[in-house]
């Protein structure tokens, strides 16, 4: 019934009963679907019941799939995330985003009864391995061979469509933030709107059957997401809103207001900062409840645009968008203070079936009607063979040539995830919009899509000024403790304070975070500004701590030039006082000064070296050599040593011009300082 490629790996124990469990635990979720929004209320208490009935076909399922692959079903982790190994629509979370096809599944319907009384063969078979082999046209013709991810035989069921195709898959993402569509395409009268909702009859009257086995998509999908909102209400908060438009004609009309929109269709367009186009005006439902899901559902299939023709008795005259959006606030991983709102969305797209007017006879109404289906379709297919083709991918696609194809171009091209569901009839009458079909689901299996995660921009923005904030402080603190280190203890303190002082006038904002999601637009706004004013200043002072830390570095190498300078200096009037018999030679501060002093052979007392009584400078240069203990360091005996000449220098020099000096041999000396 149901086939798929890699038929050789086998549905995993694991998954089927962690699924079942999942089940289990779900059948305590509220199950009184009470009507709220529409006109027809009625109650429901046997929901355990039929989602234990859920239980037992997946089980029938899964024995009748034998060996076959499991690829369309969803599988939970032990923590509820989800396993990657699916249906090749990969989860790229919002860091690293990545490319994945479209993912294509075949629906085949039963032959109708028309069909077998006037002995319209099958023309499809089915060698497994999501492949499809259809008979060619003629004798001459080779049969044409197609490879889907999912192929469903003309006995699979409604429930074998929701656990194989892929769509739990697209649910999951949805919640998680990423836009999914899920669309059906096909000839009319190949089963599109049985697929997605099940016979337009299960609406009409008052008491629909919950129950019943015909049930489609949307109506198991909205059951499979409320078990997963229960799943992980404990850490999140979900909104869900819905809203159900059909395209009538090239008119957009709201569904669940049909009335006002009728006179005056809504308009679709182009949203800068979302990047996509949308529908102005439509109206969002808000959807606590199940059951309220399920009114809008009912309320747009009773005002959809439905006709008949030879091949239809119900033919869907408009395609048609159900979309339910999911905004979940959660807490952010490394910010607890901080909730993160993601606006994940879900489409269901019934397309409106491509028609052959001859062999529907249409004319008048339904044959306008056809033309209009047909050229938006025609639209939709050359927007998929552009997309297709990897050439013609980065030109131009012609979305905006119909309103299907704008309002469906993020889903085709843009950065959710789509699930197709091409629906074929097996009867040779209809041979060609068969093969047409397949070629056009095996055209959009090529398509490549690149799935991100919708985060509110402002709070995105408000948690990378928080992150950049926290990161300024630690630069900041960084830099305090460097100019601490570099500078002198006198000249460090007054800048390093001059700085806390300043960083303590910076005004932190006072917003509590918690409450993130619940403020208006000019309260983020407000918030966003706090933020940046915080940033900038922290910024600036770490620029300012930045400067200071250049200059106290300019200083340092200044002060060393000074020394060395100095130390020159200090080294010439030490030739100097060598010479002269009144100055007493200083040593330098080379090893030979050192050597000089703790070579007990040398006497200092020698007629050489002559003490000068005018100053200390001996007492000093012995204390210096002698104490090791009392050492002072470098820059500072330096700098004494720099104060200490200079007066020993003024001194002898006033000594000088006192008293006359004579040199070694008696004669007057008149020019030793100038
Ligand atoms: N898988 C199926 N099992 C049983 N009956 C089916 C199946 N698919 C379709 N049918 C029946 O075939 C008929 C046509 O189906 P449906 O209205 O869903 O086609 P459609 O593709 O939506 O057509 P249109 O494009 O004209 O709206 C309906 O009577 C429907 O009940």
Same mark, same amino acid.
């Given at each position: ?134 008979? !060619? ?92 909102? *229960? *799943?992980? *209400? ?20 709201? #569904? ?50 439905? !006709? %008949? ?10 395609? /048609? ?8 606030? *959660? ?19 019934? #397309? ?63 950065? !959710? ?16 919009? /068969? ?67 300043? %960083? ?171």
């Amino acid at each position: 019934m149901v086939n798929r490629p890699d038929s050789s790996s086998t549905r995993s124990d694991k998954s089927s009963s962690s699924t079942r469990s999942s089940m289990k635990k779900n059948n305590n979720i509220k199950n009184t679907f009470v009507r709220s929004k529409s006109g027809n209320d009625y109650k429901e208490k046997n929901g355990t019941q039929n989602r234990l009935r859920n239980a037992s076909s997946l089980q029938s399922i899964s024995k009748a799939s034998g060996n076959q692959t499991n690829r369309g079903m969803k599988k939970f982790k032990s923590n509820g995330s989800v396993d990657s190994t699916d249906i090749g629509v990969k989860s790229s979370g919002s860091s690293t985003p990545l490319e994945d096809n479209i993912n294509v599944v075949v629906r085949v319907r039963p032959l109708s009864e028309k069909e077998v009384k006037a002995s319209d063969d099958s023309i499809v078979q089915f060698p497994g391995n999501g492949q499809i082999l259809c008979e !060619g046209q003629n004798d001459s013709q080779k049969p044409k061979l197609f490879t889907y991810n999912v192929v469903f035989e003309p006995g699979a069921t409604q429930e074998d469509i929701v656990q194989y195709c892929g769509i739990k898959r697209l649910i999951e993402m949805a919640i998680e933030g990423f836009s999914s569509t899920v669309f059906c395409y096909g000839q009319t009268g190949s089963g599109k709107t049985h697929t997605l909702t099940g016979p337009p009859q299960l609406f009409v009257g008052k008491k629909p059957d919950l129950n019943h086995k015909d049930h489609g998509l949307i109506f198991r999908s909205f059951f499979y997401l409320f078990q997963l909102l *229960q *799943q992980r *209400q404990e850490n999140t908060q979900f909104i869900l809103k819905a809203s159900f438009l059909e395209i009538y004609n090239e008119k957009v009309i709201d #569904l669940l207001n049909p009335g006002a929109a009728r006179k005056k269709p809504l308009a679709v367009r182009w949203s800068k900062k979302m990047r996509g186009f949308y529908v102005e005006n439509l109206f969002l439902v808000d959807c606590e409840e199940l059951d309220d899901l399920l009114a809008v559902l009912e309320e747009g299939m009773r005002n959809r645009a439905v !006709g %008949s023709h030879l091949m239809n008795d119900h033919s869907s005259r408009s395609h /048609t968008i159900l979309t339910v959006h999911i905004t979940s606030e *959660q807490q952010a991983e490394n910010e607890k203070s901080v909730f993160i709102s993601k606006q994940g969305k879900i489409n269901f797209v019934d #397309l409106a079936g491509s028609e052959m007017t001859k062999k529907t006879q249409s004319e008048g109404k339904t044959l306008e009607e056809a033309n209009n289906i047909n050229k938006s379709l025609m639209v939709l297919g050359y927007c998929i063979a552009s997309l297709a083709d990897s050439k013609k991918r980065s030109g131009h696609i012609p979305y905006r040539d119909s309103q299907l194809t704008k309002l469906l171009a993020d889903s085709l091209a843009g950065n !959710g995830v789509t699930l197709m569901i091409a629906c074929i009839s097996p009867a040779k009458s209809n041979q060609c919009e /068969t093969i047409n079909t397949l070629r056009y689901a095996a055209r959009a299996k090529k398509i490549k899509t690149k799935p991100l995660i919708i985060i509110d921009p402002r709070e995105a923005l408000i948690l990378s000024l928080k992150r950049e904030v926290n990161a300024l402080k630690l630069e900041n603190e960084h830099l305090k403790s460097l100019s601490a280190f570099h500078m002198s203890p006198r000249s460090g303190s007054a800048q390093i304070n001059g700085n806390n002082d300043r %960083s303590s006038a910076i005004v932190t904002p006072k917003i509590d975070v918690e409450r993130l999601a619940e403020l208006e637009n000019n309260e983020l706004s407000e918030l966003v500004k706090l933020y940046m004013t915080e940033n900038q200043s922290l910024r600036q002072e770490n620029n300012e701590l930045y400067t200071t830390k250049d200059i106290l570095l300019r200083d340092q190498e200044l002060v060393s030039r000074e020394n060395e300078r100095l130390l020159k200096k200090l080294e010439d009037v030490n030739s100097v006082c060598c010479r002269s018999p009144i100055i007493p030679a200083r040593p330098t501060m080379s090893g030979d000064v050192f050597n000089f002093s703790t070579n007990s052979d040398t006497d200092i007392t020698n007629s050489n070296y002559w003490r000068n009584p005018l100053n200390a400078s001996s007492e000093f240069i012995d204390g210096r050599m002698s104490s090791a203990e009392n050492k002072i360091s470098d820059s500072v005996q330096k700098e004494m040593d720099k104060m200490r000449i200079s007066d020993s220098i003024t001194t002898v020099a006033g000594s000088l011009r006192r008293n006359k000096s004579f040199d070694r041999n008696g004669q007057p000396i008149t020019d030793m300082i100038t």
